[in-house]
């Protein structure tokens, strides 16, 4: 069983930058792709970056890409969302989670979420 643990976020002006972490326990870890994803208060939780077991492939939402980079270190079970270029719409409570289903880019092929962190940016 793999738990997360997600940290990083804060308050930040509009065009800051932030840098999420996501810390795995758990072997198998560097077995799974794993996903950010967000949600706003009255808003359904979206799809935000993946990357692949092996960090190889990596997938964006239009609305983040060029701006937010995923990446992870498997020695260190931690997966990263660096983001910059912060807009206030991205304020959200962000989440990470192991995927276990098909596809990348939708909630349901999620699991082990973890607690989130709140993004706040400022305009």
């Known amino acids: 069983q793999v738990q997360l643990v997600e940290s990083g976020g804060g308050l930040v002006q509009a065009g800051g930058s932030l840098r999420l972490s996501c810390a795995a326990s758990?072997?198998?870890?560097?077995?799974?792709?794993m996903g950010w994803f967000r949600q706003a208060p009255g808003k359904e939780r979206e799809f935000v970056a993946a990357?692949?077991?092996?960090?190889?492939?990596?997938y964006y939402a239009d609305s983040v890409k060029g701006r937010f980079t995923i990446s992870r270190d498997n020695t260190k079970n931690t997966v990263y969302l660096q983001m910059n270029s912060l807009k206030p719409e991205d304020t959200a409570v962000y989440y990470c989670?192991?995927?276990?289903?098909?596809?990348?880019?939708?909630?349901?092929?999620?699991?082990?979420w973890g607690q989130g962190t709140q993004v706040t940016v400022s305009s």
């Open positions: 989670a192991v995927r276990r289903g098909y596809g990348y880019y939708t909630a349901g092929s999620y699991d082990n």
């Open positions: 758990g072997r198998t870890f560097s077995s799974y792709a």
């Open positions: 990357i692949s077991w092996s960090g190889s492939d990596t």
